[in-house]
């Protein structure tokens, strides 16, 4: 009668054994493995009583045949381990090897390895006589199950991981290669982890060409004196709009290799830094353009001060030639006395423009607001420039002097401010044209507005209006200037919480306007009386 596939399984059968000495029995149950036959003609298992002893049963718990050993594996596995023995069976293996679990006398699950091998044939294909062993790899199983448990673990947290945590490894003939590389190789360098496992030239491939001389003296460096290899350089991920460039940090460890030789293994991450490198730069520059502004600002302040001592002297002296009562100069000395002097004076107002606006750039410029009434101010401007308006041959237009409006600001400031506008609404203009200045109130502010007839500004020029040192072609031209008044104007306006605006028609004028607080504004100091403005510091 044929056996069925299942009833061929091999089990012990300790008569075949007998000869064999009890010690060697001990010996092998001390090492968790027990020896048995199958006698599979007449279905009889021997020497289970290890066997089953291994599982906790007492010998007769168990029936001594295959069908009854069957019943103590897990119906999971019962398939897998039929399937093994038969390859063996048909001769597609010398041996078979399989491994399940077996239900133990405590009712828990045991992991068992068995091989075996048929020692007798019926016929060909029958198996007569079936030896093997049984070994208990619960121990293997669970350290197995621990190593997968940490795997899993170390994948997951890999994952959160913004970058690639990795092994690579180097054997004693320097062959290099990866044995580990976390998900992020993905997105870093559009490669797998498995690829990179497989084809370590896959990432030698996408590395920038120039930078693959100085990698391998940095990372043989690092092998020969076990130092941390710390590298960054430009990778060409597929896909990729431009070069990334990555940080790799990595430490080298020797570690026998098995076979009495040693290999290193180097533990890394590598991260993209192309952002943060891009944040690096910009923030160098702007601070290497900070440290050149505050040069600058310190230098133009020092030659400021350098320059207006030796003027006041040109300046003192030529009024001493001027008005000396015991050397009358003749009426041509004293013409040309006047213009050193008036362009001394001319000289020591570009000065302290200068020296303002350098105050404002480094903070040092303090303001102090109080309540200006604007027409009177206007006026004292007015006078001071008189002389200019006639010689322009200009009508000036002012502001009624019993208008009420005043403005919270520094008076000395904001005089400043009216006498740079006026002067420009005068050097900017043509004979016979207007200048006029008109005082109006708009929501919590007032508006002194300083308007011209003059030769306007072209549009595409209005955007660089307010930059220091920019004349707008008119460097060329015939009007004295240094392009610092209208960016001192703006920078002194919005210190005092101002701001300021221009309308302007090439060749009929421009039109400035000043926003500032309003003066008679709740909370802009109205208990006071509106402030006379005192003469402008030089
Ligand atoms: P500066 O008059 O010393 O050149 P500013 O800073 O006062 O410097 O003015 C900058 C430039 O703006 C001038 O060179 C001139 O080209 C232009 N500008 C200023 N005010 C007027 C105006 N009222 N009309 C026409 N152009 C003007």
């Not at 010690?23 to 020497?47: I, K, N, P, Q």
Request: hydrophobic content about 40%; aromatic content about 6%.
């Amino acid at each position: 009668m044929p056996f069925s596939v299942r009833r061929m399984r091999p089990r012990l059968v300790s008569d075949d054994l007998s000869a064999l000495p009890d010690l060697l029995d001990e010996v092998l149950v001390g090492a968790g493995t027990t020896v048995w036959s199958w006698d599979a003609v007449e279905d009889r298992l021997g020497g289970i009583n290890c066997s089953v002893a291994m599982l906790g049963y007492a010998p007769d718990e168990v029936p001594w045949t295959q069908a009854g050993w069957d019943t103590l594996i897990h119906p999971d596995d019962r398939a897998a381990a039929e399937a093994a023995f038969e390859r063996h069976r048909r001769g597609e293996a010398e041996r078979y090897e399989c491994e399940y679990r077996a239900r133990g006398a405590d009712g828990q699950w045991r992991w068992l390895l068995e091989r075996g091998q048929v020692a007798t044939w019926q016929s060909p294909g029958v198996a007569r006589r079936v030896v093997g062993t049984l070994t208990d790899i619960g121990p293997r199983k669970r350290a197995e199950h621990q190593a997968q448990a940490l795997r899993d673990r170390l994948s997951q947290l890999a994952v959160h991981v913004p970058g690639m945590l990795y092994q690579y490894v180097e054997d004693a003939l320097g062959n290099g290669r990866f044995v580990y590389a976390s998900e992020g190789a993905q997105a870093l360098f559009g490669l797998s982890p498995a690829q990179l496992v497989a084809d370590p030239a896959a990432l030698t491939r996408l590395i920038a060409r120039d930078e693959l001389a100085r990698l391998a003296v940095t990372l043989r460096r690092s092998a020969q004196g076990l130092t941390p290899w710390r590298e960054t350089f430009r990778v060409f991920p597929p896909g990729a709009a431009g070069p990334r460039w990555v940080l790799v940090e990595a430490t080298p460890r020797r570690d026998p290799d098995g076979l009495g030789g040693h290999e290193l293994t180097w533990h890394g991450y590598v991260q993209d830094v192309t952002e943060r490198r891009a944040l690096d730069l910009a923030r160098a520059e702007a601070a290497a353009a900070a440290a050149a502004s505050r040069a600058k600002t310190e230098f133009l302040s020092r030659v400021s001060h350098e320059l207006r001592t030796p003027l006041n002297a040109v300046m003192g002296f030529a009024q001493l030639l001027e008005h000396d009562p015991r050397e009358p100069l003749s009426e041509g000395q004293r013409r040309r006395v006047r213009l050193i002097h008036d362009a001394g004076e001319h000289l020591l107002r570009m000065i302290g423009d200068l020296l303002d606006l350098t105050r404002i750039e480094s903070g040092h410029l303090t303001m102090e607001p109080q309540r200006v009434p604007l027409a009177m101010l206007a006026r004292d401007c007015a006078d001071m420039l008189a002389p200019a308006v006639d010689e322009a041959r200009l009508a000036l237009a002012l502001p009624a002097l019993d208008s009420p409006l005043t403005a919270r600001a520094d008076p000395g400031r904001l005089k400043q401010v009216l006498l740079n506008l006026l002067s420009n609404a005068i050097k900017y203009n043509r004979p016979g044209g207007q200048v006029e200045v008109t005082l109006s109130e708009a929501g919590g502010e007032v508006v002194l507005a300083v308007r011209d007839t003059g030769i306007g500004i072209r549009p595409e020029h209005l955007p660089r209006l307010f930059e220091p040192f920019n004349r707008l072609g008119q460097r060329s031209g015939r009007i004295p200037g240094t392009g610092i008044g209208l960016a001192l104007t703006r920078m002194l306006v919005e210190g005092m919480d101002g701001r300021i605006a221009v309308d302007s028609v090439p060749e009929q004028g421009s039109c400035f306007r000043v926003h500032l607080p309003n003066g008679a504004a709740a909370g802009a100091g109205d208990a006071a009386a509106p402030v006379q403005v005192p003469n402008l510091p030089t």
